[in-house]
């Protein structure tokens, strides 16, 4: 076979890693050397031993190699060994992840201007609804950062009210009105659970 | 290695940001310093990944992911220590990694250390070119500047680096982190106010050797 037909980066090597001839693609991206390993980063030549060497593995591998332009280029490495001479393909692969790098950089700039206090603020708010089997959207309504305050008022409030029926019980119950009574007194036993648990909930987590 | 920081890489590298937090969170709670934190927990977590991919058990995009997920747990972990009110008298001090260094974790921890320390700090991230590092340096004003670099490779960019901080008028105290560790040749620096760290032990003693010296200046002035 002609080696320097071929249309990507291939070297023929020996069992020592000399480089015994290369497709014309290959002299294009790197300096012209006279063995493989000289062409790899310090970094990955335990995996050229591991991975290029070994006659049982025949996965193919990452590497960062030296190239004209680069000296930490990535790329994926194939290799096929006949006999005493092993076959090795290199595709660049710095191009396929020029968009993950991009990502992670917005990430990463992100990360410099976000408000944690803000964010474990909307992690509770996002836990909530789960808990509680509320509507998000009321939940966002309530805007419970702003009102948090307040919340801890809710208790005390619900107590008075339920004092100022029993002192109106008499009279309800005179008008026929008891069921009605009944229905307020539960409502407002429940609201002032749920308050209580979200309170403790709420101060669990400052903790 | 530490179960916990193996357990960590692999919530890093499943993208799971809450797991990840978890584990952090239960070391917190256990009494651990941000040293342990950062040098006994996130870091040995990324070494091992690079171990993942040297045994050819991951790809390069899952250590971006893991990355990702390292620099958002080390970013909400040390935000308690970003102080929201600037002192007028903060000593001010910026980090980065030399043009072309991606490897910015590391950097980010010593960063993330001096704000704990209560001084004025400016992260300027990965692959900062020289022109930047002199534009922050002559309108930020800092005492020290710390730079990282991964590469023996990078040495020569080094000394341009520290060529031009060496030319301003101030006094700056340089501070070189290094993964390559005390193996790397830094004879071609002759400056003292240059100093090579390749550990956050190591920052810790400094740490308390300048609070020595800011004492012993501060008693000075008394008598």
């Keep these: 076979m002609d080696l320097r037909t071929v249309p990507v980066p291939m070297f023929k090597v020996n069992r020592q890693l000399e480089i015994v001839s290369t497709s014309q693609k290959a002299q294009e991206f790197f300096h012209s050397s006279s063995s493989f390993l000289e062409l790899v980063d310090a970094e990955s030549k335990q995996k050229v031993y591991n991975f290029l060497l070994s006659p049982t593995s025949n996965e193919s591998f990452e590497l960062n190699m030296k190239t004209r332009s680069n000296p930490f280029g990535l790329f994926q490495i194939y290799v096929q060994w006949e006999e005493e001479f092993g076959y090795v393909v290199c595709i660049e692969k710095d191009k396929e992840y020029q968009k993950s790098n991009q990502i992670l950089h917005r990430l990463r700039e992100q990360l410099h201007s976000i408000d944690f206090h803000e964010y474990e603020a909307n992690i509770r708010k996002e836990l909530l609804p789960s808990i509680l089997n509320v509507k998000l959207s009321d939940l966002n309504r309530l805007s419970l950062s702003e009102y948090v305050g307040s919340l801890e008022d809710i208790p005390t409030k619900v107590d008075t009210v339920l004092d100022i029926l029993s002192v109106l019980r008499p009279e309800l119950i005179e008008a026929g009105k008891s069921e009605y009574l009944d229905i307020v007194t539960r409502e407002l036993t429940d609201i002032s659970s749920i308050i209580h648990y979200l309170l403790a909930a709420s101060n669990r987590d400052r903790t | ?223």
Excluded at chain 2, 18 to 25: C, D, F, K, L, P
Excluded at chain 2, 153 to 169: C, F, G, R
């Design chain 2, 1 to 223: 290695m530490d179960d916990s920081s193996k357990k960590l890489a692999h919530a890093f590298l499943d993208g799971d940001i809450h797991a990840s937090w978890m584990i952090v969170q239960q070391h917190v709670n256990e009494g651990m310093n941000s040293y342990y934190i950062y040098e006994q927990l996130l870091t040995p977590a990324m070494h091992y990944i690079g171990e993942l991919w040297e045994k050819n058990e991951i790809t390069v995009a899952d250590e971006h992911i893991a990355t990702g997920v390292c620099d958002f747990i080390l970013s909400r972990y040390s935000f308690q220590f970003v102080q929201q009110n600037k002192a007028e008298k903060q000593k001010r001090a910026i980090f980065f990694c030399l043009e072309g260094e991606e490897h910015y974790l590391g950097i980010k921890m010593v960063s993330a250390l001096f704000q704990e320390e209560g001084w004025d700090v400016r992260f300027l991230g990965p692959n900062l070119p020289l022109e930047y590092m002199l534009y922050t340096v002559q309108n930020f004003k800092p005492e020290v500047v710390g730079i990282s670099l991964s590469l023996s490779t990078q040495l020569p960019q080094l000394k341009d680096y520290l060529h031009v901080l060496e030319e301003q008028k101030e006094s700056l105290t340089i501070l070189v982190g290094s993964r390559i560790g005390p193996s790397i040749d830094t004879n071609f620096i002759l400056s003292k106010s240059v100093q090579f760290i390749y550990s956050l032990q190591e920052i810790r003693m400094w740490f308390e050797k300048e609070t020595l010296q800011t004492n012993e200046e501060e008693e000075v002035i008394w008598i």
